[in-house]
C-alpha cells in the first residue's frame, strides 16, 4: 500500500482518523437536479477535469510571469517555483495597481468569467448566473495557509443566493496547500444561525463580517475543531481542468503549503450569484470594485511581495 504523505494544518499534522478525501461528483454535469443535491447535502462538490486544462495552463502562465517580471517566480514560470525575494515595490511601484492588472489578465478572466464557468454554475442555480467582477487569486508560498471561515457574511449585501467557485490554476498537491474543507460543517447549527439571520444589507462594515465568518471557527486549531465536533478535515490533490464549487455556509481554509521545492500555490476564487439578482453591491461588482474591507485589489495578501507574507 502506498503512504499517504502528511498534510499540515496550521502546522499540525492532521492525524489520519481526522483526514478524509473530498467527494467526487460522479454523474453528468448538465444534471443541474443532481448537482443541487450534492452541494446541499455536503455543502459542496468537487468537479474533475470540467475546466478546459489549456486555458487553465494558460492562465497560469499568465500569472506567474507577472510574478516572475517581480523578481518573485523563477524560470521556467509555469513551475511556479519561488525564488523568496521580490522586487516588486521597487518594479511595479504602486502595488494595487499591479495585483488589479494581475487580477484582470486576459487569459486568467478566461477561465474566470468564460462561458463555460458560468453556464455550469447557472446549473447550481437552476437559472443563468453571474460571476462578481471582482476575484481572489492567492499565490501562497511556502508556509501559508488560508484560516477557516464560512464566505457568506462576506458576499450576502445583497444576493443571498452565493456559490464559491474554488479553481486550482495548476497541479496542487495535499502538501502544496491546497481548499480544505470541515466536512457537514454546513450542519453546525450554532455558528450558521446567527450568521445566516444577520443583516448583511444594512450592516455589513469590514469588521462585522470578518467576525462572524472567522471568529468562532478559529476559536480553536482545526485539528482540534474536528475532534470536538466528531468531523473530518477534507481535501484532495488537485489538477487543471478540476473545480469545487461551495456554499457559503461550508467552513473551509487551506492546508498549509508545505511544498519542499519552494513551490508556490495558485487558485482563483470567484463568487456567483443568479444573473437576475442585483448587482448594486460596489464591494463586488464594478471596474474597480472596493472588495469587503474598501481597499480593492489593493487590500487583498496577494497585493503584497511574496516575500513579505
Ligand atoms: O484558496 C484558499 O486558500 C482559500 C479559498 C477561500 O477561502 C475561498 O475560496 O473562499
Excluded at 525564488?83 to 478572466?109: H, I, M, P, Q, Y
Aim: proline share 6%.
Amino acid at each position: 500500500m502506498t503512504a499517504v504523505p502528511p498534510a499540515c494544518v496550521q502546522q499540525i499534522e492532521i492525524p489520519s482518523n481526522l483526514r478524509g478525501t473530498l467527494c467526487e461528483y460522479a454523474d453528468d454535469i448538465r444534471d443541474g437536479a443532481a448537482l443541487q443535491r450534492q452541494v446541499d447535502a455536503n455543502g459542496y462538490v468537487l468537479l474533475r477535469g470540467v475546466l478546459d486544462q489549456e486555458q487553465v495552463v494558460t492562465a497560469r502562465k499568465e500569472v506567474f510571469a507577472r510574478l516572475g517580471e517581480v523578481g518573485e517566480i523563477n524560470e521556467p514560470v509555469e513551475h511556479g517555483i519561488g525564488t523568496g525575494t521580490s522586487c516588486r515595490r521597487e518594479v511595479a511601484g504602486d502595488l494595487n495597481a499591479f495585483w488589479r492588472d494581475v487580477s484582470s489578465g486576459k487569459a486568467l478572466r478566461a477561465v474566470t468569467h468564460g462561458p463555460q464557468l458560468c453556464t455550469l454554475l447557472g446549473r447550481f442555480f437552476g437559472e443563468a448566473a453571474r460571476p462578481h467582477d471582482l476575484i481572489y487569486l492567492r499565490p501562497m508560498s511556502v508556509g501559508r495557509a488560508t484560516r477557516l471561515h464560512y464566505d457568506f457574511p462576506f458576499f450576502a449585501g445583497y444576493s443571498k443566493r452565493i456559490y464559491t467557485a474554488w479553481i486550482p490554476l495548476g497541479e496542487i498537491d495535499q502538501s502544496e496547500g491546497p481548499l480544505l474543507i470541515i466536512e457537514d460543517s454546513h450542519k453546525f447549527m450554532d455558528w450558521i444561525e446567527p450568521i445566516r439571520s444577520h443583516d448583511y444589507q444594512s450592516d455589513r462594515e469590514n469588521e462585522v463580517v470578518q467576525r462572524a465568518a472567522y471568529e468562532q471557527p478559529n476559536s480553536v486549531d482545526p485539528v482540534t475543531l474536528a475532534e470536538q465536533r466528531g468531523v473530518r478535515l477534507l481535501s484532495a490533490d488537485f489538477q487543471p481542468g478540476d473545480l469545487v464549487v461551495f456554499s457559503g455556509f461550508i467552513l473551509h481554509g487551506s492546508l498549509d503549503n508545505c511544498s519542499t521545492i519552494d513551490r508556490v500555490r495558485l487558485s482563483c476564487d470567484v463568487r456567483f450569484q443568479p444573473a437576475a439578482d442585483s448587482t448594486a453591491d460596489s464591494r463586488y461588482f464594478g471596474t474597480n470594485p472596493a472588495g469587503s474591507a474598501g481597499g480593492g485589489y489593493g487590500a487583498m495578501k496577494g497585493a503584497l511581495p511574496l516575500n513579505e507574507i
